[in-house]
């Protein structure tokens, strides 16, 4: 009962603290003149990034980048940089720098990820901690994930993340932010999980990402061209705030507040198990779920949570969890929920009371070739008769046990005559024996 009083006040917790309605405003960054914008190829070099699943990030974002780049130069009243155009070594300082020296209105660095279990799916923006580059951040964030989103990738949100000494983790935003240049690190997908992965196996997908930056941040801008035929001068992004930081782009370094399971429907002699899986996290959005069939032992792949909009921080509080249970099996259910940051928490067990799809045993199979009475001296009617099958099998072991009778008697013969030998040959020694002595007695 303590649990789901818990479970209760967890869910009111995060209503409320999801429960401002994300609203269109206009852009907070201010600019003047011609925009300015530069974009950073990650990694080069000696630093290859990513190399996972036959990949090297340092080519993969050059790739994505002069696609940007390309794109960009065909709006108005714009100035596009590239922090590098070669596959060479340089550090973040010299490319917040760099920005600097151009006078920058913003800098996008360009990557992809990749992760240490493989698991992890989706893309993300980092944005900085420190307002007001944090609401600049957010609106850009919100229009690029939204193109990602409908391009079917999964959204893991746009993210805070400090260093030990509690300024911004990340050496790009961190040297830009120092240099009064707003910077977000943009993380189109994970290389190295199947489900991304079908989204950068080429170059003409990795422009594609390319182009796509390009109108998101045309959109941030409110960039027109008159090339493309398009006018981005009225769009209106999304709520933020250049006092505070946003609420969804917090750090979260909490787990999940709850997460439970409850028996809804079961059919064992299909295989098939309901649960009802609940969940609440007051802190960010639930972005994942997996589950265990051995108690928590070993978990499948993850999930998408359902209704998980990490933008906004909302999220299906429950949702009905459909599992094919292996035969012969009697599970024990184990459901992990994961928050934007990847920390989960894991629910209470569900162990079924019986077995899934059991093997029937086995009944003998009649051989219809043996008839049921076999005549024996051309009486159909005998009841005793016995198939022929069985006669022989009766006539071969009878043979077999004569046969080991005979073998027997031969042993015991052979015994006995060596016993006998044995016998006969002392008695003849003992007589050579006493010749001996009696001669020996005359000599």
Known sequence: MRRFVYMFLAVLLSSFW????????????????????????????????????????????????????EELLLYDDVEVYLTRTEDTDMSLKERAAFAQSVDADFLFSIHYNASVNHEIFGSEVWVSSVSPYNGYGYQFGYEFLSDMKDMGLTIRGVK???????????????????????????????????????????????????RTDAAAVARYFGLKSSSLGVDYSDYQL?????????????????????????????????????????????????????????????????????????????????????????????????VRAYNMYDLYTESNPYISPQVFCPTPEEEPVPDNNIPDIIPVDGDVSDPQAEPNGKNELSLYRFSMLCLLFVLAILLVIIVFQYIAY?????????RRKEAGDIWNQHK
């Not at 979260?252 to 299909?270: Q, R």
Request: with cysteine.
């Open 18 to 69: 999801l429960s401002e309605t994300l609203q269109a405003a206009p852009r907070l960054q201010e600019t003047s003149g011609k925009t300015v914008i530069v974009i950073d190829p990650g990694h080069g070099g000696e630093n290859r990034g990513t190399i996972e699943n036959n990949h090297e990030e340092k080519l993969m974002t050059m790739t994505t980048a002069l696609a940007m780049y």
């Open 160 to 210: 805070t993340r400090l260093g030990s000494k509690g300024a911004d983790y990340y050496g790009i935003i961190r040297e830009s932010v120092a240099l009064d240049i707003p910077a977000v690190i943009i993380e189109h997908c994970h290389v190295d999980e199947e489900r991304d992965a079908a989204y950068c196996s080429n170059d003409e997908q990795l422009k594609a990402f390319g």
């Open 238 to 334: 999304a709520e933020s705030s250049s006092s505070a930081n946003v609420a969804v782009t917090l750090i979260d370094s909490t787990e999940p507040d709850i997460c439970l399971v409850d028996f809804s429907d079961a059919d064992y002699e299909n295989g098939t198990l309901e649960l009802i899986v609940s969940a609440s996290d007051s802190d960010s959005a639930l972005l994942y779920y997996s589950y265990s069939l051995d108690g928590g032992h070993t978990f499948g792949p993850r999930e998408a949570w359902p209704g998980s909009d990490t933008l906004t921080g909302r999220y299906d509080d429950s949702f009905p969890l459909r599992l094919t249970i292996p035969p012969d099996t009697a599970p024990e259910v184990v």
């Open 422 to 430: 044995q016998k006969r040959k002392k008695r003849r020694l003992q």
